[in-house]
């Protein structure tokens, strides 16, 4: 998540400072938007508590609601996230521990994407990911989710794979 949360102050930095009005012109018509569906992990958790451990992150819990990708004619995207899940593991219990930092506003990243075939790849600094669509879904796979030393969140651990999929909407 740390890199996810650096990606997005980093491409919000990018976007106050390199906009002007020739830019406006990318952003006139949405093409579609994928509305986060899962983010699945190998391990087993319980972090909302109903004793239904699951490695699905987004039935544990409600950082979710709000997380989505909307493409724009021009190749630019606008990655859209309301929350921040933080995994750490907990100094008493050792346990790991998830957590959402809610954001005073929905948090907007500027990406630009390209489609090949049945791959659509998102791109920003030379950085790139790359998922496959089937219908109506969009599936990232292995995706590092970091999991903190502790609740500083200073400090990566471990990183554990993870797979994102999205939804088209209607």
Known sequence: MKVRRTLIVLISCI??????SDDDNDFRDILEIWDLESIV???????????????????????FN????????GGIAVESVSKNLSLYFDDNTGEVVGTCDVFSTISEGILSWSITG??????????????TID????????????VYTNASLNEVDIAIPAIFTYRLRQ
């Open 15 to 20: 976007a106050l400072f390199t906009c002007n």
């Open 41 to 63: 992990v190998e391990e087993l958790y319980d972090f909302n508590g109903d004793n239904d451990f699951t490695g699905n992150l987004t039935n544990e819990l409600s950082c």
């Open 66 to 73: 709000f997380d989505s990708y909307t493409l724009y004619t």
């Open 118 to 131: 049945d791959e659509l790849t998102f791109s920003f600094d030379g950085t790139s990911v790359t998922g």
């Open 135 to 146: 219908g109506d879904m969009l599936t990232f796979d292995a995706i590092d989710f970091s």
